[in-house]
């Protein structure tokens, strides 16, 4: 299984970005996708979930700044971030749990990309 991220760069604050994460592989269905964020110096944070029939969890830190979606049918997470503020500079992960073509519950990282918010 493999999970391709893209979308990250930097802005300045205020501005957005959006952040794709498509899975590829042996993939029966997944579960869960979520994206996660390390900052230099900081423990690795769920910034926003969803779950397969949509329903979404994000860190309060994020409510109302960024959304969370997915394309179930081409296995892909967006992150879409509005008004960034230094304080989300950050590498971010994509982050998924699945059923791989044997039915095993798995879960997976993708690679990360670096978001930079700084003027």
């Known amino acids: 299984v493999q999970l391709q991220a893209s979308g990250g760069g930097l802005v300045q604050p205020g501005g957005s970005l959006r952040l794709s994460c498509a899975a590829s592989g042996s993939i029966f269905s997944i579960n869960y996708m979520a994206w996660y964020r390390q900052a230099p110096r900081k423990q690795r944070e769920l910034v926003a979930s969803?779950?397969?029939?949509?329903?979404?969890d994000y860190a309060d830190s994020v409510k109302g700044r960024f959304t969370i979606s997915r394309d179930n049918a081409k296995n892909t997470v967006l992150l879409q971030m509005n008004s960034l503020a230094p304080e989300d500079t950050a590498v971010y992960y994509c982050?998924?749990?699945?059923?791989?073509?044997?039915?095993?519950?798995?879960?997976?990282w993708g690679q990360g990309t670096q978001v930079t918010v700084s003027s």
């Open positions: 969803i779950t397969t029939g949509g329903t979404t």
């Open positions: 982050h998924v749990e699945f059923l791989d073509s044997s039915r095993y519950q798995r879960d997976h």
